[in-house]
Nanobody
Framework: EVQLVESGGDMVAPGGSLRLSCVVS????????MSWLRQAPGKGLEWVTG????????FYAESVRGRFIMSRDNAKNILYLQMDSLKPEDTARYFC?????????????????WGQGTQVTVST
């Protein structure tokens, strides 16, 4: 079955770094578009970054561009999110998710499988 399991979240000081992992089972990750999304307390779900299945091309939200890098290890079937220069506003629960390839009414991606999330807290 399809399963996504995130890990690597922690509490860090502003300016610090973390690397999140998403271990995927059930399908090869390079056959599906994949994304990282996050949700801060009291806020809606925010798309952070995504990678295209067959090209490996990455896309980033403006809020994280230049600070975050998404990558994948196809042999291990693991997605990564390297986060540098972390800010307090990056505090959120981070999820990896598999895109369906279909768009919502507003044009954004829809997702059919999600991990349980991992908490990132950036605070002094």
């Amino acid at each position: 079955e399809v399963q996504l399991v995130e890990s690597g979240g922690d509490m860090v000081a502003p300016g610090g770094s973390l690397r999140l992992s998403c271990v995927v089972s059930g399908y090869p990750i390079n056959t599906r578009d994949m994304s990282w999304l996050r949700q801060a307390p009291g806020k809606g779900l925010e798309w952070v970054t995504g990678i295209k299945a067959f090209t490996g091309r990455e896309f980033y939200a403006e809020s994280v561009r230049g600070r975050f890098i998404m990558s994948r290890d196809n042999a291990k079937n693991i997605l990564y999110l390297q986060m540098d220069s972390l800010k307090p506003e990056d505090t959120a629960r981070y999820f990896c998710a598999r895109a369906t390839g279909w768009a919502k009414a507003d044009g954004s991606y829809d997702y059919d499988f999600w991990g349980q999330g991992t908490q990132v807290t950036v605070s002094t």
